[in-house]
Structures are given as structure tokens and as C-alpha cells.
């Protein structure tokens, strides 16, 4: 029996649950109740905002928000406009959905007014803007022809909360929040044991339970203002560093002091020393990344800005990069019989069978990125 996620009044979002929806362990729908509200309950002219100003706000520029991060977006916002019913509510959030089960994804900028993602990520659900289909960009009305979807009625009136409600922040931070578990889990099963978590003073996994449970508490409420969601971003930017610096520090250094040498492949050799060097060198840059754009008393500076919300993905792939490179030194030194990994031997049957097929790779920038791709399921299947 499929299992499913029912967006309700009395049933708020979860990292959880999310977490269950982005893997398709769980597929997401809605009660068609909303709780009787009218709409004359729904809003006041001091509360809403018209379909012309919403199209207003629409003046995104600077790069694309990360395709990964887009999906995510759709459900917190199928979840609000439910929470928040407006004229059309049940068309709306039947067609968002539709968005999310098809692929449809809306073209939303990572830089502009702090309105301009909530703008572009509803539009297209009208017909209007731009969406990323099959990996082509299209005209949503475009779109809307391919699948025959009707067109959906524009509401007089929408809620003004849908302007201070920051779904590219809060599907920021829920993302990169759910990736780093899956690093902190994949660092703990597949590479040697060591005091990370001990020595740490439980930063893990005290710390992101303590978190999680805060983004649970702010999805109940997400049309809460900035500031909330600043604070957030800079907890979890902190934890991804502090992860960093125990990688560099713990996992990333050779079991002895001795440089070894690294075949990769025919193609490709290095060594132990100049991988560690590279991890140094991103590590260095998330350093920079840290200090440049967050003070650590006031968490994120008062020049916060669209872009400034992708700072935990940014942070996500720079770690990544230094898991990847870390896998590599551990992986070469696994296969001599005389170390061993922190995994059952079935596990470690499979680990280097995959590295195997990893390591073939000509090209090191491709090599890491397929490593990120085996990290990740390593975690997912075990």
C-alpha cells in the first residue's frame, strides 16, 4: 500500500516527513477540507496583497536557485497556500502538486527582492513565467497545453504573508539540513571509527536534534519574518564547518605520516599528501565563505540578501567535495588487507565493489561527483 503524506490543518510539515517526500518514500496530497473557512474569513483588505503587486515582485535576476532545491519549494508551498485559503485554494494547490509529481519546476532567481522567489514560484501555477521541463526552459502557459491543464482563475486578493513567508531560505535550510545528517550517518558507517562524535562534546547528533526540532517549530509558523530563518541558516552554516574542520582533522589525515601513493586509474595518480592538500584548500575556502558573510555574534550580516540564503548549499557542496576526496584516501588504504572499516563485511564487500567501478573514471572533477552520488546511497541503503 502506498504511503502517503496528507497536508492538513492539524498536521504541520516535518523535516521528517519532507525527508520521507523528497526520497519518493512517500507521496504528498492534501485534504480537500479546509476547515470551513469562507473567504470573506480568509482576508481583509489590510492582509492580502493583489495578483498585480504579487506579479510585481517578480524581477529575480543573478543565477537560478539550485534545481535540487526547487521541489521543496512546491510543497512548503502547496502546505501554506492550504494554511492560508484563498479564492481557487483546491485548484491551486492540485496544480502546485501537479507540479511537484510531473517535474514541472518554476524558473526562481536566487537574487532581487526578498519577495521575488514567492513571486516566481507561484506565477507559473497561472500560466505566467517560466518552467523547466525534461530539462528544457519553457513558457508555463506552454506547459499548461502539454498536460491540458485549464487555466485557474487569478484570486482578487492573496495572502500578504505570502510575501514575508521565504520559501527559498526555509527550503535552503531543510535541504542542506537533511544532506549533512546523511554525511554525519555516512561518516560514522563507512569510514574508520573515530572520536568525532565523543570528542566533539555531542555536537552530534545533540546539536542536530536540537536544530531539527527548531525547523519543525518554524514550519508550523513559516510566514514568520527574516529573522527567524537568519538565525537558522547560521546554526546550520556553523554545524556544516565544525563538520569540516572534523573531517580535516579526523577522517581526511593518513593513518600514518607517511605520504602513500594513489592509483586511481591509468589515467589518473596522485597521492595521499596532494589530497589532503586539496581538502585543506576547501576547507579554506568554506572559511572564508564563513567569515566573509557571518559575524559570530550577530549570525548573518544586515546586508542579507536572496543569495545570502544559499549559503548552507554552498556549504553542502563544498563538503561534499571534502567527503568524496576523504572516501578516496580511506578507500586506496581499505584495499590493502591490513586496514579495515568501520563496516560489516557485506558492506565492505560492497563499498569496494562500487569504488571500483567509481575509481574507472577518467576525469577527477567526474570522479568526485560520482562519489557524491555513491556517499549518498551508501547511506540510503543501509
Not at 246 to 273: G, H, K, M, V
Request: net charge negative; aromatic share 10%; no cysteine.
Amino acid at each position: 500500500m502506498e504511503r502517503v503524506f496528507s497536508i492538513k490543518h492539524n498536521q504541520p510539515l516535518t523535516v521528517e516527513a519532507i525527508q520521507q517526500i523528497l526520497a519518493k518514500q512517500i507521496s504528498v496530497t492534501f485534504s480537500p477540507d479546509l476547515n470551513g473557512n469562507s473567504k470573506s474569513d480568509i482576508l481583509n483588505t489590510q492582509e492580502a496583497i493583489t495578483s498585480a503587486e504579487l506579479q510585481a515582485f517578480a524581477i529575480g535576476l543573478g543565477p537560478e536557485t539550485p534545481a535540487e532545491l526547487t521541489p521543496l519549494m512546491l510543497v512548503l508551498l502547496a502546505d501554506f497556500v492550504f494554511k492560508n485559503p484563498i479564492a481557487n485554494s483546491l485548484q491551486i494547490i492540485s496544480r502546485i502538486l501537479e507540479f511537484y509529481d510531473y517535474e514541472v519546476l518554476p524558473q526562481v532567481f536566487s537574487q532581487g527582492l526578498y519577495t521575488s522567489p514567492a513571486a516566481h514560484l507561484i506565477l507559473p501555477v497561472f500560466g505566467v513565467g517560466k518552467v523547466y521541463y525534461q530539462g528544457y526552459l519553457l513558457k508555463a502557459a506552454d506547459v499548461h497545453d502539454i498536460f491540458s491543464w485549464q487555466p485557474i482563475p487569478w484570486p482578487e486578493d492573496l495572502p500578504l504573508a505570502l510575501t514575508s513567508t521565504s520559501f527559498l531560505g526555509l527550503s535552503n535550510l531543510i535541504y542542506s539540513f537533511i544532506q549533512l545528517k546523511k554525511l554525519v550517518s555516512y561518516s560514522e558507517v563507512l569510514l574508520p571509527p573515530v572520536d568525532l562524535l565523543t570528542d566533539s562534546g555531542n555536537l552530534y547528533p545533540e546539536q542536530l536534534e536540537h536544530l531539527e526540532h527548531q525547523l519543525n517549530s518554524f514550519l508550523t509558523f513559516p510566514e514568520a519574518q527574516s529573522k527567524p530563518v537568519n538565525g537558522l541558516m547560521y546554526q546550520v552554516v556553523k554545524l556544516f564547518f565544525k563538520f569540516g574542520e572534523y573531517i580535516l582533522e579526523n577522517l581526511a589525515q593518513p593513518r600514518t605520516n607517511e605520504s602513500f601513493s594513489i592509483a586511481l586509474n591509468n589515467q589518473i595518480s596522485t597521492n595521499s599528501a596532494h589530497l589532503l592538500t586539496l581538502i585543506k584548500v576547501l576547507h579554506q575556502e568554506s572559511f572564508f565563505l564563513f567569515e566573509g558573510d557571518f559575524d559570530s555574534h550577530s549570525g548573518p550580516s544586515t546586508a542579507f540578501t536572496n543569495q545570502l540564503m544559499l549559503q548552507p548549499f554552498f556549504f553542502l557542496k563544498n563538503l561534499e567535495k571534502k567527503m568524496a576526496i576523504t572516501t578516496l584516501v580511506q578507500l586506496t588504504k581499505a584495499i590493502n588487507p591490513a586496514n579495515t572499516l568501520n563496516v560489516t563485511a557485506n558492506l565492505q564487500a560492497t563499498y569496494r565493489k562500487q569504488v571500483i567501478a567509481v575509481l574507472k573514471e577518467a576525469d577527477f572533477d567526474e570522479l568526485i561527483r560520482k562519489t557524491i552520488v555513491f556517499m549518498y546511497a551508501s547511506v540510503a541503503s543501509k
